[in-house]
């Protein structure tokens, strides 16, 4: 298959390109608002005001949101401590959004409320590299420096081999803060032990039309060509197609974006056993529901020492 580039002229329109859903400004804003207000951001605020209360040291809780995206989490949070605490105790935190998709880290950006800029720092770079990105370590180049770990939205699915796995939780246990760090690892029960059925559920049945919100006259349609289980991998194809209605009222394709994906089921049994390989453990699991059909499990991970 042709994979044309970022920005397709009219010509290269016409053939679908190989896009991974997050890799392009209309994608970044396309994500947003098929995830919609999600409602997890409480739950977050509540466990980052435990660790602030808790912290006793001079320097900052510092909280990494991995797969970042378009910041939303982190966003969310800024808001909240600020809505509660004010400009006082802001330097209280630092948030570092991570994520491996320029194109999600400039909407992260572009979003950015000017009176919380101070606070964040958005990192380029793959949840399976953590613990060799400089902004994530101590100045001296040595790990645990990170206090609260968020991987929201059940988005570990991205990494559906193994050895991603294994990786992934190798990196937490670099940059995670000794005994009193934490991780939390969200997994859609969709996803995880017996989630079939409602990871059908979640399979749009007919085409979903999205108007932008962002670009004048851009709307959004998405099918689910395909949807397989295979082993523990879906196999998902998702077909997303980014067109502008002309004053005229003609419709032409801007984009139109192929998304052959896989995704990882994740039962309790591989968080664990991934963790216990990577000297963490599981020292809670919380159940969450966003809405009626998006449960989440939580893991809380520690490390062992
Ligand atoms: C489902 S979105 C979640 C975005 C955001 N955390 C939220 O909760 O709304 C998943 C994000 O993870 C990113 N991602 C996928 N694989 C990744 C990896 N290996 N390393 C870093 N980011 C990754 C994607 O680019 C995407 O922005």
């Known amino acids: 298959m042709t994979v044309p580039n970022d920005t397709p002229t009219d010509n290269q329109s016409a053939h679908p390109r190989q896009s991974t859903c997050y890799n392009s400004k209309y994608l970044a804003e396309y994500y947003d608002l098929w995830i919609g207000n999600w409602d997890d951001i409480q739950l977050y605020s509540r466990l980052l005001a435990d660790m602030v209360s808790r912290n006793t040291s001079a320097n900052p809780v510092r909280v990494l949101d991995v797969g970042t995206g378009s910041g939303r989490i982190i966003h969310g949070l800024a808001s909240a401590q600020h809505q509660k605490q004010g400009t006082k105790r802001q330097s209280a935190v630092h948030f570092l959004g991570l994520d491996n998709e320029q194109h999600m880290l400039d909407r992260a950006h572009l979003l950015t409320d000017a009176a919380h800029v101070d606070q964040m720092t958005w990192v380029l770079g793959s949840a399976e590299e953590m613990g060799s990105l400089p902004a994530l370590q101590h100045s001296d180049g040595s790990g645990g420096l990170i206090d609260m770990i968020v991987f929201a939205c059940g988005s570990i699915c991205h990494l559906y081999e193994a050895d991603q796995g294994s990786r992934f ?13 934490r991780a939390y690892i969200s997994v859609l029960k969709a996803l995880t032990d017996g989630g079939e059925p409602l990871a059908r559920a979640m399979e749009p049945s007919e085409p979903v039309v999205t108007p932008s919100k962002e670009f004048p006259g851009i709307f959004y349609k998405e099918t689910w060509p395909a949807h397989e289980l295979i082993g523990k991998v879906w196999h998902t194809t998702r077909h997303i197609v980014v067109s502008e209605r002309l004053a005229d009222g003609q419709e032409v394709v801007v984009e139109d974006n192929l998304d052959s994906r896989k995704v990882g089921v994740w039962t309790e049994a591989d968080v664990r056993a991934r963790a216990a390989a990577a000297g963490l453990k599981v020292v809670d699991i919380l159940d969450h529901q966003n809405d009626s059909t998006h449960g989440e499990r939580m893991f809380v991970l520690g490390t062992l020492a």
């Not at 939780?169 to 760090?181: D, M, N, R, W, Y």
């Open 169 to 181: 939780f190798e990196q937490i246990a670099k940059v995670l803060k000794p005994a009193t760090g």
